[in-house]
């Protein structure tokens, strides 16, 4: 008879179908998203959001030369930061709307061969050093794959904004620990040549992060930033595994 291993309390159940974000600290790394945060960021997004949208109303109602003459790049640049400003808000809803999880019991082997072709997708041409270690018994993970296929694009998309004016991705991939129980780790560190400015972050780029905890935890997980002075960036995701 096979032996089941108790879920630790203080981890999520992923047999629970429906999750809302809650008020969670990360005991494994700085960055911590909690509801309050999330409100904060998308309430001054919005705002951006506004204040462009009347500006250029503004620009294209006015009766000067300058603006008869730019009325094609106001057109433009309305239009562009309506579509934005969608964007922006489906991905804010999303970490609100409640999400029923389907789960499924796979191999780990199978789960590592599907993260690896996101990173494949999203970090062509930069310079990525693999090391995958054996994971042993257990071996099989409960996830919904939709959902944490979205988590690993949101984390990977990031880390490949992080990489785009050239650098190194380390990737590891192995089993960890977390308050005794085993899982899946996936480590990954980011070298960028140009450290990138928090002044050029995309505007959904905080809410994002914040919809692929709320993924994560809902399987019983966590995801973690770490950054240091010099830019550097790890990024850790661990799973639990079952038997």
């Not at 909690?34 to 506004?50: K, T």
């Not at 969608?86 to 029923?100: S, W």
């Not at 919809?211 to 935890?217: D, G, R, T």
Request: proline share 5%.
């Amino acid at each position: 008879m096979t032996a089941h291993r108790d879920r630790p309390s203080n981890l999520a159940d992923p047999t629970t179908a429906v999750a809302a974000p809650s008020e969670e600290s990360a005991e494994h790394g700085s960055l911590v998203v909690v509801q309050e945060r999330v409100l904060a960021e998308i309430s001054h997004e919005l705002g951006n959001f506004f204040h462009k949208l009347y500006y250029w109303s503004d620009y294209i109602k006015s009766d000067s030369d300058a603006a008869r003459k730019a009325d094609s790049t106001a057109g433009h640049m309305l239009e562009r930061t309506i579509s934005n400003l969608e964007d922006f808000l489906k991905v804010a809803l999303e970490y609100f709307y409640p999400i029923r999880l389907n789960f499924t019991k796979i191999a780990v082997g199978e789960l590592l061969d599907g993260f690896m072709t996101h990173l494949s997708a999203h970090l062509n041409g930069n310079e990525v050093r693999v090391f995958r270690d054996e994971i042993g018994e257990p071996a099989t993970i409960l996830i919904d794959p939709a959902r944490i296929s979205q988590a690993f694009r949101i984390a990977l998309h990031q880390v490949h904004e992080d990489l785009k004016s050239g650098g190194a991705l380390t990737v590891s991939l192995g089993k960890g620990t977390r308050r005794d129980f085993p899982g899946l780790e996936m480590r990954l560190d980011v070298e960028p040549k140009v450290p990138p400015s928090p002044l050029f972050r995309t505007a959904e780029a905080g809410v994002e992060w914040a919809v692929a905890h709320k993924l994560i935890e809902m399987h019983g997980g966590e995801i973690v930033e770490r950054c240091d002075a010099s830019g550097k960036k790890t990024v850790l995701i661990f799973l639990p595994l079952y038997v």
